[in-house]
C-alpha cells in the first residue's frame, strides 16, 4: 500500500495533529522590535535636536494621553464610523486613528479628517507638565500603520504645514 503525499493530505495531516492539545506550534519570537508594538524612533526630522525616544503603538484612541485627547475632542477607533465628510452626524466624531505612536515626552497621530474633503493627517506633540503642544501637522503625510509611521517620521520627507497656521492650529 502507498502513502499519498499530495499536497492536500499533508495539509489534513496537518490540521489533524496541530489540533491536538499540547500540540500547537510555538510563533518564534519577533525578529523586529516594532513587530511588539514598541520601536526607537529618531526624531531629528521633526525635532530640533538629535534624539530617538522609545515610543509604544497605540490602537485605540482612547489610549492616547489625556492632553492629546482634549485637543482632538473625540476619535473614532481604526475601522469605526465617523464624519467623513461635511454631512455631519452629531453622534460621530470628524476624525479616525489610523496610527499613533506614544514616547514619555511625544505623541504621534496619524488619522482621517473629515469635511468637505477627506484628508490624510499626522500630528505630533510634545508631552510637558500634562499638556500637549503641536509641534508638527502634516496634511496628506503620515503612516498607515507603525511600522509606516515610524518610517515617515525618520525619513526626513514628512513636511510641517504647522507654519502655514502658526501657533492657531486646533485638530478636528
Known amino acids: 500500500m502507498r502513502l499519498s503525499t499530495t499536497p492536500a493530505a499533508l495539509g489534513l495531516i496537518f490540521l489533524a495533529i496541530s489540533s491536538i492539545p499540547g500540540c500547537k506550534s ?9 513587530e511588539k508594538g514598541t520601536a526607537s524612533i529618531n526624531l531629528s526630522a521633526v525635532t530640533k535636536s538629535n534624539q530617538t525616544q522609545t515610543f509604544n503603538e497605540v490602537t485605540r484612541a482612547s489610549l492616547r494621553p489625556k492632553a492629546v485627547l482634549e485637543q482632538f475632542g473625540g476619535m473614532a477607533d481604526p ?12 453622534q460621530l466624531p470628524r476624525t479616525q486613528l489610523i496610527a499613533a505612536a506614544v514616547s514619555k515626552q511625544y505623541c ?39 511600522q509606516d509611521l515610524k518610517a515617515m517620521v525618520e525619513s526626513g520627507r514628512m513636511h510641517n504645514d504647522l507654519a502655514r497656521h502658526g501657533d492657531c492650529y486646533t485638530p478636528s
Open 26 to 34: 510555538a510563533k518564534p519570537a519577533p525578529k523586529n522590535p516594532i
Open 79 to 90: 475601522g469605526q464610523p465617523f464624519n467623513s465628510t461635511d454631512v455631519i452626524d452629531p
Open 108 to 146: 504621534i497621530v496619524t488619522y482621517w479628517q473629515g469635511g468637505i474633503v477627506l484628508s490624510l493627517q499626522t500630528t505630533i506633540f510634545e508631552l510637558s507638565g500634562g499638556r500637549a503642544r503641536i509641534i508638527w501637522v502634516s496634511y496628506s503625510q503620515g503612516g498607515l500603520s507603525f
